[in-house]
């Protein structure tokens, strides 16, 4: 098993085993060697046999367990934070739910360090391999359910206190939990800004996690905010480390302008960290253009968030983030937290008293953007390094005007295409003409 940009994720009950998680669980606890561990997870049905596994792994290596049970990975986070230890999140995110993964959570709150992660999937290799050399014990940890109530309640008193402070009393919200992790704590936490809140996707039932919901299908938030005249919608990912928001009249809000929106916001209060904000590749030309003409620094990074994170640490920047809508406040917590982050959305629509939509259009103007995946035989890496040269001629051309970027996949024999440009018949030419490079590049001749 390798680690990807977000721990291991897999097939549940077939790439991603309660065998696997045991193991895990078990390496990871001996790479830390932390007496006290968290495991929190999501609602999808493989979820609990997970997290019941790395727990019993990590307590086969004399590590104490204390399972929380279904909350966000922000939550997770939060807690190993306050609490001084590492943790796990057992969770596919925004993926459907027979699928499952495992994110490893440090003391501070955020991800590993690549090092660390490393040191783990070595050792994990090696006990599913039999080839531990670590000697076993009669000493054991505890694996102990969440006893204590008032442990999770502190990641929903945090975010409370939070939006407790704003005035939403004459906003109407959409919400859409995705039948996720951010299923019970969301509607309190967006409640306690005063708002009215009109709330779909909190029937769990370890099936419907993601399906055709979420931040991943606006279109049930779109029709629940149109019928019930919201001002907005809002709507998570299966364990609410995203979100994206929808206007009064159900056009998207996606990251970017989620990001122009908070940047804005801070920079003009004198809260944002070193006045700067990191964005990734893939980020519309638009933000980068809106922030520079508000003399905010950009860093752009590779897509990811722990891409983001990484580049976030190294400039000081307290916000970045992904136009997915997983966007980190360095300054609250170093991961992506999709209810930290609208209630930071709500604060600035409260201060703005104006639309969505005008809020929105004024943050930032975006060009015309097109992407897409285009399947491969060939590795995706080496596609994409065969057209360095025709990529850097394209964007010479381009200028200032757009850019053209290739991307392959680390999980799928795929290398995604994204273009943008002031001029839309630019754009779309672009796509096809570097589409047709890519497929036959990727062409194996065997």
């Keep these: 098993m390798r680690f990807g940009t977000?721990?291991?994720?897999?097939?549940?009950?077939?790439?991603?085993?309660?065998?696997?998680?045991?193991?895990?669980?078990?390496?990871?606890?001996l790479v830390l060697a932390q007496d006290e561990w968290f495991v929190g997870w999501d609602t999808r049905v493989s979820s609990p046999m997970l997290a019941s596994a790395f727990a019993a792994g990590a307590a086969s290596a004399s590590t104490s367990v204390t399972e929380l049970g279904v909350?966000?990975?922000?939550?997770?986070?939060?807690?190993?934070?306050?609490?001084?230890?590492?943790?796990?999140?057992?969770?596919?995110?925004?993926?459907?739910?027979?699928?499952?993964?495992?994110?490893?959570?440090?003391?501070?709150?955020?991800k590993l360090s690549d090092e660390l992660e490393g040191r783990i999937e070595d050792q994990l290799n090696r006990i599913l391999d039999r080839r531990e050399d670590s000697e076993r014990t009669c000493m054991v940890g505890l694996v102990r359910p969440n006893c204590r109530p008032s442990t999770i309640?502190?990641?929903?008193?945090?975010?409370?206190?939070?939006?407790?402070?704003?005035?939403?009393?004459?906003?109407?919200?959409?919400?859409?939990?995705?039948?996720?992790?951010?299923?019970?704590?969301?509607?309190?936490?967006?409640?306690?800004?005063?708002?009215?809140?009109e709330v779909i996707g909190v029937h769990p039932d370890g099936l419907n996690i993601n399906k055709e919901c979420g931040s991943t299908e606006l279109n049930p938030l779109r029709t629940l905010v149109r019928e019930r005249g919201c001002d907005f919608g809002l709507a998570f990912d299966g364990d609410a480390d995203r979100v994206l928001a929808v206007d009064e009249d159900g056009n998207t809000v996606d990251g970017d302008s989620i990001i122009a929106m908070l940047a804005?916001?801070?920079s003009r209060l004198g809260v944002l960290g070193h006045n700067g904000v990191v964005v990734t590749e893939w980020s519309n030309l638009?933000?980068?253009?809106?922030?520079?003409?508000?003399?905010?620094?950009?860093?752009?990074?590779?897509?990811?968030?722990?891409?983001?994170?990484?580049?976030?640490?190294?400039?000081?920047?307290?916000?970045?983030?992904?136009?997915?809508?997983?966007?980190?406040?360095?300054?609250?917590?170093?991961?992506?937290d999709g209810i930290s982050t609208a209630v930071e959305m709500i604060g600035v629509l409260v201060d703005s008293a104006i639309s969505m939509s005008n809020l929105a259009s004024l943050s930032m103007t975006k060009l015309p953007q097109a992407m897409r995946n285009v399947r491969v035989t060939l590795p995706p890496s080496e596609v994409a390094a065969s057209l360095r040269e025709q990529v850097k001629a394209e964007n010479e051309l381009l200028g200032e005007r757009g850019r053209l970027v290739l991307r392959p996949s680390g999980t799928e024999s795929v290398v995604r295409v994204m273009a943008e440009a002031?001029?839309?018949?630019?754009?779309?030419?672009?796509?096809?003409r570097v589409v047709e490079l890519v497929s036959a590049a990727g062409r194996s001749e065997l």
Aim: charged content about 20%; overall charge neutral.
């Design 6 to 29: 977000d721990g291991i994720r897999g097939e549940a009950n077939k790439d991603l085993t309660a065998e696997v998680a045991l193991a895990l669980g078990r390496a990871a606890a």
């Design 71 to 110: 909350i966000p990975t922000a939550g997770v986070a939060f807690l190993c934070r306050t609490g001084d230890r590492p943790g796990a999140m057992v969770t596919a995110s925004h993926n459907p739910f027979y699928d499952n993964g495992i994110k490893l959570v440090g003391s501070t709150g955020g």
């Design 153 to 197: 309640s502190q990641y929903q008193s945090w975010l409370t206190s939070r939006a407790s402070v704003l005035d939403g009393s004459k906003l109407r919200i959409g919400l859409d939990c995705a039948h996720g992790a951010s299923y019970r704590i969301a509607p309190s936490v967006i409640q306690a800004t005063g708002a009215s809140v």
């Design 264 to 266: 804005s916001r801070r």
């Design 286 to 336: 638009g933000l980068l253009r809106s922030l520079r003409e508000r003399s905010i620094e950009v860093e752009v990074c590779e897509v990811g968030d722990k891409n983001v994170a990484s580049a976030m640490k190294r400039t000081q920047y307290t916000l970045g983030g992904e136009q997915s809508g997983h966007i980190i406040l360095s300054d609250l917590l170093p991961v992506g």
């Design 422 to 432: 002031e001029d839309t018949a630019v754009v779309n030419d672009l796509v096809l």
